[in-house]
Each structure stands twice: as structure tokens, then as C-alpha cells.
């Protein structure tokens, strides 16, 4: 039964069908349909397991830094300093939180899928037609069609009338597509392509049929594209990989340091076991920067604000980053490429070829022949065309109204630009009148390519039966044996059908499409009989053609260029046909060679992974067509084994398990899915699809913003561990209590890191190469520049602070130094400040990694002045005003030594312009952010 491939059933007749699968027309009976039941299950889309908010709370503690701060919280508790444990705790859990929040919405993407079937639908059982629950639904049911039905499960087409379906939530194409009953034994379609095959999730648009299913549940497209998509596991960002592999070495170095701080302190100096503890736990968290990955999250939020100014919606953080690293570009839909509305370029009628000017639908033009202006209503030739354009056709051209500003259409898009083209001509519906009149309609079917229509004509008194066809070029040209030429019809001759067929090829090498038109009378047929297609279309007289384009949007074709200009590679992966394909890849320049390899699904079915290989490196053109969602995804992985970051672009149901295996998911606002709206990580403006640039310039700038926050916090971090390990090695007091490095690293840092990342992007950062995937957050140069440098000077100078304390106290070297009470207080106070005052400095300073930052203007940046003038208030406050003072035991220094503070931030900024200058001067280009 349903053990049948819908390939195999769609090559089989009706009779066929209701055999391979034991039912009838009339449908099943009640016993057999619930045998039936028990042995497929029921017909819905199969929850996921479920994670427990608990359980998704552990594993996102499954990081470094989590995992160092839960070890340091729980060193606190132990040796009796819980409010130190509390705080790292509270630390740790925002982190958690957050990660836990990402998965959570990662898991939409099937939740979505479930909510695209309706609750009822109606059977055929036993010749009754009764509603029942979706659910109950099983393979040889048969489901009565009509327009507003929901197909509910994947089948095959018994019957039908005049059948057209939308596919929207299958291929995110709104434009309605005929269907037909009958055997289709064409391996090279895809399902959504098979005439005879209506899949769950389609909704019938007009006419009437009766589907008999073939699959439920989870063995339907739907079930497919659910089990696959939610088989995915994101994978972390670039971003995401540079910070975990920062964070395991920071916490092995940390662990390591902490180690070695009670070692030293408890064995080497006999502190007790208590304040040994107390020292590594200074250790540890001076070494892990706390405030890295909440800055990095507060970044990559503001970066989602100012996309949003510019219609791209961020959904996860982390794909705006991801794409500073994007090296190839997957484009689905042909239609991303171009306007979404078709427009009639020309009209070959009489041997003579018409321009037609105007655009969208307003009916507001003219026809012009050799630049010389033509009225339609003398020209017979050119009126015959564009009156059968408006015959052969089932859609509605409607005036600008309160829900659209402009003119628009009800229908298909190809028939509205005819219908607009007619009525530039002054023909359409009022202007023929009530004296043609149609009888009975064709529609158009791909498989014969062909539609026709038969109407009565009043003319002088006497009624005339006459049939016109619409379809394909060649095909309409192949079944006429005469032309109209000034009005009269003559023999078409094999040269005159040889120059026309060159001529419709010279159009369809350009990517347009084709629209022939013919006609013939008719005898009245017998009494009680009906025209049937194969009856009336053959012996026409060809009366022309419209050759139809989408223009392609200058969105779009900047975003073509920007890509190529930013180093990315961009693929048509699409389910349309490759000529189409290609055609409209020729339009907005993303295809320039002469040759173009085609790929259809079928050949990529055939083809090894291997070969699959060697056809993605950037040697040759190559366009994907007719790809479903299993290739979809294959070739995106085929891409990430060559070591490429994967940007796609899709809007279709079929492409959820390709946005989620790609880096980043893109959507079209407009023509999106549910699903893939659900699955993707940047959602574009269907209006403004170079929003993409945007969000690329953005994405790098933010990992080369990161680069300099991590460079700002990691400086007081090497000064806040460096502190630390002179007090162990030299055996004087702590300089800097656990709280008070807390208070820097969650506290007086945010606002300055968070400014930090605001910086605008660099002049030409969309004309480098993208950033490797393995490029460290921390390359050689930051590393030297922050740790050696920055990191041990500011380390300097909150030392030099902290003995300044007891040095006007009457200390002098050799003397013992207290480690309690308010000298103590101060001193460290002092230190506090010494580092929080060296780092409005470093914040300046790290504006840029090599160029002066006067080049660029120091206050250019006025969020970074307001945040270092918060983060100076904010320690003003935290020293002087209570209880703030008393919970991190701060005590005002002498006001003597609040000189030496206001000279760190210069001190810091002069040392690392010195340093830059050093660095221009043995200059090495790498990637440019």
C-alpha cells in the first residue's frame, strides 16, 4: 500500500494507483480505514522529544567559562565567604540563562511545522463524504478537492476539473499551479512539479478533483523535512568557536594559577588554609573575564537594533557575527533574483515586432513599432494578439484600493502582465463586451504546455464558435498550419515557421519567456457532447507571440555585486528549472561566462560526494535546479567539508533543513514560510534584499569590535592576575579582594566594552576577503600588544598605587605590611582605582588596532565617552557612597594621590601610540578586520 515511493505512483494511471494501494473511487470503509490506522499510526507531524527547561539549563553550563565560575563560587562557600560565592553564581547564571534561551528558539522550526495542517478534513468513505480528524486520515483514503481545501497528506490526483493549486508553504511561490489526473513517468520533476501529485500542506486554489492518499504522518514531505530539520544540531559560530577556544585555555591558565596561588601561599608561606583558598579564588576570577561573554551578547543585541532601522530582522544573535566569515552565498528561489512582477518587452504580430512600454500592472502605455508610435485599434494583427491574451485568461486586473495603493491582479502574475499589456491597448473585458462570450476553458497544463479556451462571437448578426490557445512558443507554433498577416490568414510555410522558431530561440537565450497565442473556428459539435483539448488544438493559424521578463530588482543586483566584491562566492541551489535558472543568474550579472553547468536533482542523486566535491571548487559556473530539500542540504554540506561558511538564502518549507545545517539562514520576508521564517537566523525586507551587504559590513565589524573589547577586558585582566601573583610571590598583601575584581570585571568594564563594540565599521571593510573560520580572537599581535604590553603596564601602575598608600602612611621597604584594617582598605581602594582610571585609557586606545586613534578623532566615538564617564562615576560611587563602600570594603585613598590617578588614562594611551607607531613600521597585511 503506502509502501509504494510517490515516483513510482505518479508514473501509474488512475486504475493503477487505486490498485497498488487496495481502494476504489468511493473511497475505503469504516473497518478497513481503522486496520489501517493501527498499522501507519496516526497522520500528523510527530513531536520531538521534548528537552525539560532543566535539562537545557545544565547543558548550558557546559562551558569553560561557566564551569571555572561554578568552581570558584563553590571554593567561596567553603571557605566562608558566601557573598563572593552568591555573586559569581549570579554571574554564571546569566550566562546559562541566555544560552539556554538560543536552543530554545532553535526548536520553533519543528513546532512550526506542526500548526501548517488543519484539525478536520473531509474523506470519501463508502461513497459518504464525512469529516473526520485530520489525524485519522490513512493511505488509500480519498479526499474530495475544492477551492479552500488544505491537502492533509501526500497523493495522487484520481480526477480533476480545472485544478489549480497554490504551493506557497511548499516552494514560497504564491502564483497558483495547474494540476491534472493521469500517469506522469517523468523521474526529472520533483514532487512539487508533478502534475498528478498533490502534496500535504497545498491548497486548492480553483476547480475540483479527488486525491487519493499515498503517505501520512511522517512519511510525507511535511514528516520528511520535520525528522530531517530537527535531526540538525546548530553548530557554534565563529564567534562561538574563537570564544569557546579562548575561554579553555583562559580556564586551564586559570586552574593552573589557582593551583599554584594556595600552593605557594599555604605551603611556601604558611598562610592558613582558608586565606590560601581565598588567594586562588582571587586567582581564578581575575583570570576569567566575566563580562566577556555578557558584552559579547550586548554587542551583537545593539548590532540587531540598528539591522532592524533597515528592515533586517535578526532572529539568533550569532548569524549576524557568522557572516563575517560567509564565503559563499546559496541563493533557492529564482524569483529572490528578480521583480516580482513579469512585464511584456515586446510582440511579435504580422511579422512585425511591437515594443511595449509601461511597467507593473497599470494598464498606462503604448506599442511602438521601429520608435514610431502605433494605435492599436488600426493595426488587426496587434489587436488579434492582445485579444486573445485577455481570452486565454483566468485572472483579474484590479484598480489601486484601500488595501493597495497601486494596480494589481488576482492570479496568475503572467496572466496579469498580459492583461496589462492588453489594456495599454484599450482591450479587456468591458472593451469586448458581451459579445464574445465564453463557453468552456483548458487550462493551461504544463505537461502539454498548452491552454485554450472556446468562445462565441457575435459578429454582424451571426454567432461564430472559434477556440484560442495560449502556450509555449514553439509548442502553439508546431500545431498551426496557417498565420495571420493584416488581418487575413495565409499558409504558414516551413521557411516562415523556421524564421519565427529563430526568432522565439533569440528571445528565450535572452532569459525571456515566450507566450504564443493562435486560433481556429469551430463547427458546432453534436448535441450533447463536449469539446475535448486534443479536438480543438491543431490546424491553428498563429497569430503571435509576447515575450515577457522579470527585470531584475537593483537590490538585488547590488547585492550580486557587493558579494563579489566582499570575496563571496554566490549559488543558484534552486527548485525551479536550470534554464530558467540561468537566465535570470544572466540578468543581475551573477553569470558572465558563455557555459554554464546545470545541475538537476536527478544528476545529483546519481553523483558521488567526491565528484559532488570537485564540482563546488570555484572553477566553473554551475547552477543547481530542480533540487528538493535533501539536496538542498547535501550541497550545503558538500560546501562545509570544503571548509566553506555557508550563507542561504531560502523561503520555502523545502529549505528549513538547509537554513539550519547552513551557518546562517536567510528569509525573505515577503515570500517566507512559516517554517523557514522559524528555522532562519536573519529575516530580510522583501523590498530591500541588499539589506544582506548591511548585515555582512555589520557582522564584520562586530568580530573586529569584539577583538577590541577582548583586547580592553583581557588588559585588566593580565593587571588584575599580575597584581595577584607579585602579592604571592613577594609575600605582601593581597592588592585587590576578590569582590573588588568582580566589581571591575561585571561592573565599571560593561559600559566602556559595550561602547567599544558601537564602533562604526572601517572605510572598504566590504572589499576585503572574509575572516578565516580559525582566525583566533586573540591573534599574535593582540595577544602581544594586550599581554605583554598593555596588560603588565596598567599592572604597573595599580602596584605603584597600592604601595603609594602605605608609602604615605610612613611605610618604607623592609617594614611589615598590614593586611586589615583601613590602611589596607585604602590601598586596595587605591589599586581599584588605579586599574579602573588606566582603563579609560585602554578603552581609547583600543579603537584601533594599528592606525592612530587621532587619525579617526578621539571623542569621535561618543558613546565611548559617556560609557568611560559612567564606568569613572560608577567607581566614584562604589568608593564613597553607602553601602556600596562597605560590601566591597572600600575606603577613600588620601585626596593627595588622586593626581597620580588622572595621569593613568594618558599614561596608557601615550605607551600604546608609541607601540602602534612601531607596528606601522614593520607593517604585515592579513585579513582586514
Request: aromatic share 6%; with cysteine; glycine share 8%.
Amino acid at each position: 500500500m503506502s509502501d509504494h515511493s510517490l515516483d513510482q505512483i505518479a508514473a501509474m494511471s488512475p486504475l493503477e494507483v487505486c490498485a497498488a494501494l487496495q481502494t476504489a473511487p468511493h473511497g475505503l470503509d469504516e473497518a478497513e480505514a481503522r486496520r489501517r490506522r493501527e498499522r501507519y499510526g496516526p497522520n500528523a507531524i510527530a513531536d520531538t522529544l521534548p528537552v525539560s527547561t532543566l535539562r537545557r539549563l545544565i547543558a548550558a553550563f557546559a562551558n569553560w567559562i561557566s564551569l571555572i565560575l561554578l568552581i570558584a563560587g563553590l571554593l567561596a562557600f567553603l571557605s566562608d565567604t558566601p557573598i563572593i560565592g552568591w555573586i559569581i553564581l549570579v554571574v554564571a547564571l546569566l550566562n546559562g540563562v541566555f544560552t539556554a534561551w538560543q536552543e530554545y528558539l532553535a526548536e520553533r522550526a519543528i513546532a512550526a511545522l506542526r500548526q501548517l495542517l488543519p484539525a478536520t478534513a473531509y474523506v470519501r468513505r463508502a461513497g459518504q463524504v464525512r469529516q473526520i480528524p485530520t489525524t485519522e486520515v490513512v493511505p488509500g483514503d480519498v479526499l474530495p478537492l475544492k477551492p479552500g481545501t488544505v491537502v492533509v497528506a501526500d497523493g495522487y490526483l484520481i480526477s480533476s476539473d480545472g485544478l489549480r493549486v497554490k504551493q506557497t508553504a511548499l516552494t514560497g511561490n504564491a502564483a497558483p499551479v495547474t494540476k491534472v489526473a493521469g500517469a506522469m513517468p517523468d523521474p526529472t520533476l520533483a514532487l512539487v512539479e508533478r502534475p498528478n501529485i498533490l502534496l500535504a500542506g497545498t491548497v486548492v486554489f480553483e476547480g475540483q478533483g479527488s486525491l487519493v492518499v499515498v503517505h501520512t504522518g511522517m512519511q510525507t514531505l511535511l514528516g520528511t523535512i520535520a525528522e530531517s530539520t530537527a535531526a540538525l544540531r546548530a553548530e557554534p559560530s565563529p564567534l562561538g568557536q574563537a570564544l569557546n577556544a579562548l575561554a579553555a585555555t583562559i580556564t586551564r591558565v586559570a586552574i593552573v594559577a589557582g593551583i599554584g596561588a594556595f600552593l605557594l601561599t599555604v605551603v611556601g608561606q604558611q598562610f592558613s588554609v582558608q586565606a590560601g583558598i581565598i588567594f586562588a579564588i582571587g586567582m581564578i576570577v581575575a583570570f576569567v573575564p566575566e563580562g566577556l561573554l555578557p558584552t559579547v551578547t550586548l554587542a551583537l543585541a545593539l548590532a540587531r537594533r540598528r539591522l532592524a532601522r533597515y528592515g533586517v530582522l535578526v532572529r539568533r544573535l550569532a548569524g549576524v557575527e557568522s557572516l563575517s566569515s560567509a564565503t559563499v552565498l546559496c541563493l533557492d528561489r529564482v524569483e529572490t533574483l528578480t521583480g516580482s512582477a513579469l512585464t511584456v518587452n515586446a510582440i511579435w504580430a504580422g511579422g512585425r515586432v511591437y515594443t511595449a512600454t509601461g511597467s507593473g500592472y497599470r494598464p498606462e502605455g503604448a506599442f511602438l513599432h521601429e520608435r514610431a508610435l502605433v494605435r492599436v485599434s488600426s493595426n488587426p494583427d496587434l489587436t488579434a494578439v492582445l485579444h486573445a491574451a485577455v481570452l486565454c485568461n483566468n485572472s483579474r486586473l484590479l484598480p489601486p484600493d484601500a488595501s493597495n495603493p497601486d494596480w494589481h491582479i488576482v492570479g496568475d502574475p503572467l496572466e496579469g502582465a498580459l492583461l496589462a499589456t492588453a489594456a495599454r491597448g484599450g482591450i479587456n473585458d468591458a472593451s469586448i463586451g458581451n459579445h464574445v462570450v465564453r463557453l468552456q476553458s483548458f487550462p493551461h497544463e504544463p505537461r502539454r504546455q498548452l491552454g485554450s479556451v472556446v468562445v462565441t462571437i457575435e459578429r454582424n448578426g451571426k454567432r461564430e464558435l472559434a477556440a484560442y490557445v495560449r502556450g509555449a512558443g514553439r509548442v502553439v507554433l508546431s500545431l498551426c498550419v496557417a498565420i495571420q498577416r493584416r488581418g487575413m490568414a495565409t499558409a504558414l510555410d516551413e521557411a516562415t515557421r523556421q524564421e519565427i522558431e529563430q526568432i522565439i530561440d533569440d528571445h528565450a537565450r535572452t532569459g525571456q519567456r515566450v507566450v504564443a497565442f493562435a486560433m481556429r473556428t469551430l463547427e458546432e459539435p453534436q448535441e450533447g457532447m463536449m469539446w475535448r483539448a486534443r479536438d480543438i488544438e491543431h490546424d491553428l493559424t498563429f497569430l503571435g507571440f509576447a515575450a515577457l521578463q522579470e527585470p531584475p530588482q537593483p537590490e538585488v543586483v547590488r547585492l550580486i555585486e557587493g558579494c563579489h566584491k566582499a570575496g563571496i562566492r554566490v549559488i543558484v541551489v534552486t527548485g525551479a528549472y536550470g534554464l530558467a535558472a540561468e537566465a535570470a543568474a544572466r540578468r543581475v550579472g551573477l553569470i558572465d561566462t558563455p557555459h554554464v553547468h546545470i545541475v538537476t536533482g536527478a544528476d545529483l542523486d546519481d553523483m558521488s560526494s567526491a565528484n559532488l566535491g570537485l564540482l563546488l571548487a570555484p572553477l566553473e559556473d554551475v547552477i543547481f535546479a530542480q533540487m528538493d530539500a535533501v539536496h538542498k542540504r547535501r550541497i550545503v554540506e558538500a560546501l562545509q567539508q570544503r571548509g566553506e561558511v555557508v550563507a542561504f538564502l531560502g523561503d520555502s518549507i523545502n529549505d528549513a533543513p538547509a537554513l539550519r545545517q547552513a551557518e546562517i539562514g536567510v528569509v525573505v520576508s515577503a515570500s517566507g514560510t512559516a517554517v523557514a521564517l522559524a528555522a532562519a537566523d536573519i529575516v530580510l525586507n522583501a523590498q530591500h534584499p541588499a539589506g544582506l551587504l548591511l548585515a555582512i559590513e555589520e557582522g564584520r565589524a562586530i568580530f573586529a569590535n569584539i577583538q577590541k573589547l577582548a583586547a580592553y577586558i583581557f588588559a585588566h585582566n593580565v593587571a588584575e592576575a599580575a597584581v595577584i601573583v607579585v602579592s604571592v610571590v613577594a609575600g605582601i598583601p593581597l592588592p585587590l579582594t576578590v569582590l573588588q575584581v568582580l566589581a571591575i570585571d561585571v561592573g565599571t568594564e560593561l559600559l566602556p566594552s559595550v561602547a567599544l563594540s558601537a564602533e562604526p565599521p572601517e572605510p572598504g571593510i566590504l572589499e576585503h576577503p572574509p575572516r578565516p573560520r580559525t582566525a583566533p580572537l586573540l591573534d599574535r599581535e593582540t595577544l602581544l600588544r594586550t599581554f605583554a604590553m598593555l596588560g603588565m603596564l596598567e599592572g604597573m601602575l595599580a602596584l605603584l598605587a597600592f604601595f603609594a598608600v602605605y608609602w604615605s602612611a610612613g611605610w618604607r621597604p623592609g617594614m611589615p605590611m598590614d593586611n586589615s584594617g583601613d590602611l589596607y582598605a585604602q590601598a586596595t581602594t587605591l589599586t581599584y582605582m588605579a586599574i579602573v582610571m588606566a582603563q579609560v585609557g585602554v578603552a581609547f586606545a583600543s579603537r584601533t588596532r594599528r592606525s592612530s586613534v587621532f587619525h579617526i578623532g578621539l571623542f569621535t566615538n561618543r558613546a565611548l565617552v559617556i560609557g568611560t564617564l559612567l564606568s569613572v562615576v560608577l567607581m566614584l560611587a562604589l568608593v564613597y557612597v553607602e553601602p556600596l563602600a562597605t560590601l566591597f570594603n572600600f575606603v577613600p585613598p588620601p585626596p593627595e594621590l588622586w593626581l597620580m590617578l588622572i595621569s593613568f588614562p594618558a599614561i596608557m594611551l601615550l605607551v600604546d601610540e608609541i607601540f602602534k607607531w612601531w607596528r606601522r613600521r614593520h607593517q604585515t597585511v592579513r585579513f582586514a578586520f
